[in-house]
């Protein structure tokens, strides 16, 4: 008799092309890491070969995971299977895709500022991001380190629950990870519980919110009533500072992250002759980085550099520390907060890349989450009159996967 099978034993698992797997190639969908091939396995990509999985490829993303639409890859753009003339959302598009049309059961993405989450919603598939420090990140190309996690795709909770279950975890290669034991997810995936449950005022009244799926979210709210659960209006005022915190964050970090891009221990190296060391790493930079990548260097670069530090830096990081507090204060009181994923549902490929700072803004919903550090799902409910699917987006406090799996499950069964 052979050994026993593994918890995802022939459960076929597609990797965002940020994710490291020994042998293969990882790119971040970037011209400057083409040809690379990883030395080794992302501790995600392990656990999920012990217990058995078949990983079937790396899908495409935005540049270093840096994006909403999947539009900025040096692949070109991935397009949704609803409607290939629409964008799957991003970074993760490929990963999203990968499972709204079949190809595998499961993906990974990573999510530092709702790159499940929003792709998820925009192909009506399940996209979580768990705690930060829930999943390891060694091995994962590193965009903004704290905000970096991976997420979860897949069609059903709980399938999303094995695989959290399976790569989730202390790891001594990632010492931003907890301790905490995980729990057995799909084991306690039991429902009926009756909950407390806060929507926030300002972001179901924002200016920028499709008035369809505000009502839609809505409604459910009003459904998730009269069944029992508790459901209540919170003020949080902090809503239009979370964008800008979030940017200027981010960019810091991955302004520092990507100079190790520098052509000459790996990564793209320019053909041109004749250059002195820092023509050199400048000629590499600018052949293999694409645009909206040095946008965010540049981004990063000023709001570090010694005049802004204080003016940009610092104060970002005090409003992340007082989303945190807002978040912790709502949570004494509440289990979930419900919010929408996306202020729309797809948009057309080529519709948005004219303006970045809009592209920025509707990132609203879900940089919340990644700000805070907590967990969050977004769960395929709704199909707006347009005939495109959106969700709903259930945000729950520190570590607490457990509970927001059990009532992604009550509300998916529905
Ligand atoms: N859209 C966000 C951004 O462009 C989210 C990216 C992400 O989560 N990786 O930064």
């Known amino acids: 008799s052979g050994a026993p099978m593994g918890k995802l034993h022939g459960v076929v698992i597609a990797l965002k092309d940020v994710i490291c797997y020994k042998d293969h190639k990882v790119s971040a969908a970037s011209g400057i890491l083409e040809n690379f091939t990883s030395i080794y396995s992302a501790t995600a990509v392990e656990r999920l070969l012990q217990e058995d999985a078949i990983i079937i490829g790396n899908c495409n993303c935005d540049e270093f995971a840096m ?6 890859s040096s692949y070109g753009p991935v397009r949704n299977a609803a409607d290939p003339e629409r964008v799957p959302g991003g970074s993760s598009g490929g990963s999203a895709v990968a499972v709204q049309s079949g190809c595998c059961m499961v993906s990974l993405g990573t999510d530092t500022g709702g790159s499940v989450r929003q792709p998820a919603d925009f192909c009506g598939i399940i996209g979580m991001k768990p705690t930060y420090g829930r999943i390891s990140r060694y091995g994962v190309i590193a965009y903004a380190s704290s905000f970096d996690q991976i997420g979860i795709f897949g069609n059903n909770i709980p399938d999303v629950a094995q695989v959290l279950q399976v790569i989730a975890g202390a790891d001594e290669f990632d010492s931003t990870l907890s301790q905490k034991p995980v729990e057995d997810y799909p084991a306690l995936l039991q429902t009926g519980k009756k909950y407390r449950f806060a929507w926030l005022r300002e972001a179901l009244e924002h200016p920028s919110l499709d008035p369809a799926i505000a009502s839609a979210i809505k409604e459910k709210i009003e459904s998730l009533r009269k069944e029992g659960h508790t459901v209540e209006p919170v003020e949080f005022d902090m809503l239009e500072y979370i964008v800008p915190a979030y940017y200027i964050l981010t960019t810091a970090e991955a302004s520092s992250n990507l100079s190790r891009y520098d052509g000459v221990r790996f990564g793209h190296r320019t053909q041109q002759p004749g250059l002195d060391l820092t023509e050199f790493y400048k000629q590499n930079r ?20 010694a005049g802004y530090y204080d003016a940009y830096f610092t104060r970002a990081q005090k409003v992340r520390n007082l989303i945190r507090q807002r978040t912790e204060q709502i949570f004494a009181q509440y289990d979930f907060i419900l919010l929408p994923t996306s202020p729309s549902t797809a948009f057309k490929i080529g519709e948005k890349t004219k303006d970045p700072i809009e592209m920025y803004l509707a990132d609203i919903y ?5 700000l805070a550090g907590i967990p969050a799902i977004a769960l395929p409910l709704f199909k707006h009159p347009n005939g495109l699917p959106f969700g709903l987006q259930v945000m729950a406090n520190r570590f607490q996967e457990l509970p927001l799996l059990e009532v992604s499950a009550q509300l998916m069964r529905r």
């Not at 994006?67 to 900025?72: A, K, L, R, V, Y």
């Not at 052949?287 to 550099?305: A, H, N, P």
């Not at 879900?366 to 990644?370: G, S």
């Open 286 to 305: 600018a052949e293999g980085f694409g645009k909206e990548v040095k946008r965010r260097i540049m981004l990063g670069t000023f709001v570090l550099s």
């Open 67 to 72: 994006g909403s639409t999947n539009e900025n």
């Open 366 to 370: 879900t940089v919340m989450a990644n």
